[in-house]
């Protein structure tokens, strides 16, 4: 029976390969879509699909969406990140990219464009919702596809292989990238995560090879490569309407973490017809997701099963009224625990709650009173957990909530009345302050009441209360607990990450900024290796711009940034937690033993500037990176760049860096402007760049020792040199591969002498610098870049 199952699965697929290569109709190069036609658009041929724009709320965005329902559904998003300007075009450009432009025809985004160079001939928009770009003369028709890049759905037939992702959106009429998303991990298991990488919930079916597959009836299953074996997850199978071809079926996760499989009818007098309705959901209760009300709040279910709600704590509010879930701030000032006195404070008790994590103390007591008078007794317990006879103290902010945990009750400490909101000052505590603020206000009645014969009284008055006014040390100690409202990375206390690094046993390498450690986070799903960077040669009082690195660094989410996972505040001690990534350095993967694969460092340069440009001109902050290197380029499991280091730069001192100036960054990639007291801009990430490229594309470093005195040794000069005289291949003369492809290596080599111009105002910013890469823009002769390479080397 089992073999039956598989033998039917496999004829499917392929009967649904077949099906899907024939069906179509060819968009032909040159065609484009405007947004100012609200009925242009690419349809398959059984008009299900279409292809074009879509407006969600005050958003442009354009992909692919089912045409024959009221509601348009967007099952694919080509610019989530990056909603389109008004007028906006979409083209099949003449090179064979798919493209957005602006009203005045300006590139604005691109789509897609083939992954190995063919020849694109047309697209097309197919009747399972896949968008293809084709070459008529390859045996293999398909060049690009949109269900290889899914967003946060799935549609019947598509599958999610190892190591590919569905992210959930923004907010419900927001698709930008959310904060949870799905992954098919290559040990098998399908698991949802938060904006953490945190686990919430996941399918259990490990099995290496595995991959989620979507087929054509609406069932949902893991097929295990190696058993040979099928899991069904969206069981069970007879609630998934039938027959399927009377329904649409869509699989997304949502903006609240859960992944979900939905169904909609196409008979127009069904009475569910009218809208998606959920056939099965991967978590039950959006309670159980964690994360999901955000720092410092509580979820609560609705009445209706799928929905719920984020409260905040008594004496908190919402850091976004609109948007509950973006967790809540607190609205008094946090217990200065020099002056503190327990008076000032009372316990406010929400029922069965807990905030997992967060403990620093846990003390065994008989009843809640004792855990209480323990918490109000310790300036440094904001909220206390009791239940089961244990009391669990906890420090802010408060994450991942815990709901209907039967028995548990969680104490909130907040001040006791409005005199313990008065502004926080140091060595002073809210009584202190009231009282001083009472014999204020009666010196200032005495001031004005008083006879000129006691005026000498009345200065001296004067003096102590100019004296109360200004008096207060310089630098004030943060309070225990303190951390930045906003940041949404976790706080770990200095012994969780001694622990996690057992001691910081393994190091994996030191630079600028500090050591690098391997260490190891254990949760219930899986143990989760992270890399924690121990920071050092801090600015002066460095705290506060540490705290908005951080929370800057903490704000930015992109494929070709090594991700912040968290940190550490305490004392002395500045450490960062970030992803680990297993395949190291960029440097040690080109300068190794092996040349890399051409095609391989072709996608790793495009990824590294796209990173690039995002720190650039699509954080809320800009950030100049100020060190980019090979070093500082780290490669995920499947080789995908990440940048690493970005934002830290500030928080060095002037005088240390490898070159002892107030020069920042490496010999060999530093831009002319830091020697001559230029303004720093982003074009010095761009020079640094151009001096990597080179790199990238001839697997050597940018000076060779051993070569000083051959034309060789400075790799930018020869370069150079063997542009203007025509001899690139000398720059590839071992690599077959790139030989082959002498016009890519032509291209490539004039974008990183355009980088590297003496004149940051001739270098392309890196939005110019990817569409250069990609195709998309062309590239013109590049002048000399200058002596001034030599002279620097």
Not at 30 to 43: D, H, K, R, V
Not at 574 to 591: A, D, H, I, K, T
């Amino acid at each position: 029976m089992a073999f039956l199952t598989l033998l039917l699965f496999y004829c499917s697929s392929l009967l649904h390969v077949t099906v899907e290569a024939k069906a179509y109709q060819n968009i032909t190069l040159g065609s484009s879509l405007s947004s100012l036609n609200n009925t242009a658009a690419w349809i398959s041929p059984s008009g299900e699909f279409s292809f074009g724009f879509s407006r969600v709320g005050d958003n442009l965005y354009v992909g692919v969406r089912y045409e024959k329902i009221p509601e348009k559904t967007l099952v694919w998003t080509a610019n989530r990140d990056k909603p389109a300007p008004p007028g906006s075009t979409v083209v099949l450009n003449n090179n064979g990219v798919l493209v957005i432009n602006d009203a005045k025809g300006v590139l604005f985004s691109t789509i897609g464009a083939s992954s190995d160079g063919s020849v694109i001939t047309s697209a097309a928009m197919l009747d399972t919702g896949n968008l293809v770009l084709q070459s008529s003369l390859e045996s293999a028709l398909i060049k690009w596809q949109s269900f290889d890049f899914p967003t946060d759905t799935i549609l019947p037939t598509q599958t999610l292989v190892a190591n590919k992702s569905l992210y959930a959106r923004f907010l419900p009429n927001n698709l930008s990238t959310g904060r949870f998303y799905v992954a098919m991990q290559d040990d098998g298991n399908f698991v949802g995560y938060n904006e953490l990488s945190e686990p919430s919930y996941a399918s259990q079916t490990y099995g290496p090879k595995g991959k989620l597959v979507f087929d054509a009836t609406g069932k949902i299953s893991v097929y295990q490569w190696e058993k040979n074996n099928i899991v069904n997850l969206s069981t069970p199978v007879d609630r998934i309407p039938s027959p399927s071809e009377d329904f649409y079926f869509r699989a997304t996760i949502d903006y609240d973490g859960i992944f979900k499989l939905y169904s909609y009818s196409k008979r127009r007098n069904d009475s569910t017809s009218n809208s998606w309705n959920i056939v099965w959901r991967m978590q039950q209760s959006p309670c159980n997701i964690k994360g999901i009300c955000g720092t410092n709040g509580y979820c609560t279910k609705t009445t209706s099963d799928s929905l719920f709600d984020c409260q905040c704590p008594e004496r908190f509010s919402y850091v976004d009224p609109v948007n509950k879930f973006f967790g809540c701030k607190l609205d008094f000032p946090l217990p200065d625990c020099r002056r503190y006195r327990a008076e000032n404070y009372v316990l406010r008790t929400i029922d069965n709650t807990n905030w997992r994590g967060g403990d620093y103390e846990q003390l065994n007591v008989d009843d809640e009173s004792k855990c209480k008078q323990s918490c109000l007794a310790d300036c440094l317990c904001l909220v206390a957990i009791y239940g089961n006879k244990k009391c669990y103290k906890k420090q802010m902010p408060l994450r991942d909530s815990e709901p209907r945990v039967d028995d548990m009750k969680a104490f909130v400490k907040v001040p006791s009345n409005n005199g313990s909101l008065l502004p926080y000052l140091p060595n002073t505590t809210p009584n202190d302050m009231g009282k001083r603020s009472g014999f204020e206000r009666v010196g200032g009645v005495v001031l004005f009441g008083i006879s000129v014969s006691l005026f000498p009284l009345v200065m001296i008055e004067t003096i102590i209360l100019i004296w109360l006014k200004l008096w207060s040390p310089k630098r004030q100690e943060k309070p225990a607990g303190f951390v930045v409202a906003e940041m949404q990375v976790t706080r770990f206390s200095y012994k969780e990450l001694e622990k996690a690094t057992e001691a910081f046993k393994e190091k994996l390498g030191s630079g600028s900024f500090g050591a690098v450690y391997r260490g190891m986070l254990v949760s219930a799903f899986r143990q989760k290796p992270i890399a924690v960077k121990q920071l050092d040669m801090l600015v002066e009082d460095g705290d506060k711009a540490f705290e908005t690195e951080v929370t800057v660094i903490g704000r930015t989410h992109h494929k070709n940034l090594v991700q912040l996972l968290g940190f550490c505040d305490e004392g002395s001690h500045r450490l960062l937690v970030y992803e680990y990534m297993e395949q190291g350095s960029l440097s040690s993967f080109l300068f190794g033993s092996i040349r890399p694969e051409w095609n391989l460092r072709i996608q790793i340069a495009v990824g590294i500037a796209r990173g690039l440009m995002y720190l650039h001109e699509e954080c809320s902050t800009q950030i100049i990176h100020c060190d980019i290197k090979p070093g500082n380029v780290l490669l995920h499991g499947n080789l995908i760049p990440k940048i690493s280091d970005f934002g830290l730069a500030k928080l060095l001192k002037h005088d240390q860096t490898r070159t002892n100036t107030d020069i920042r960054g490496t010999k060999g990639y530093i831009a002319p402007e830091w020697f001559r007291k230029m303004a720093i801009t982003v074009k010095v990430d761009v020079y640094s760049y151009g001096v990597m490229l080179l790199e990238i594309i001839c697997c050597r470093k940018n000076v060779e020792l051993n070569m000083k005195e051959e034309p060789s040794a400075i790799l930018v000069d020869w370069a150079y040199n063997c542009f203007i005289e025509e001899q690139l291949e000398m720059l590839v003369e071992h690599d077959e591969d790139a030989k082959n492809d002498m016009k890519k290596v032509r291209k490539m080599v004039m974008v990183a002498l355009w980088c590297i111009q003496e004149d940051p105002s001739l270098r392309p910013t890196m939005k110019k610098v990817t569409q250069m890469l990609e195709g998309a823009v062309d590239v013109a002769i590049p002048p000399n870049p200058s002596s001034f390479i030599s002279s620097m080397g």
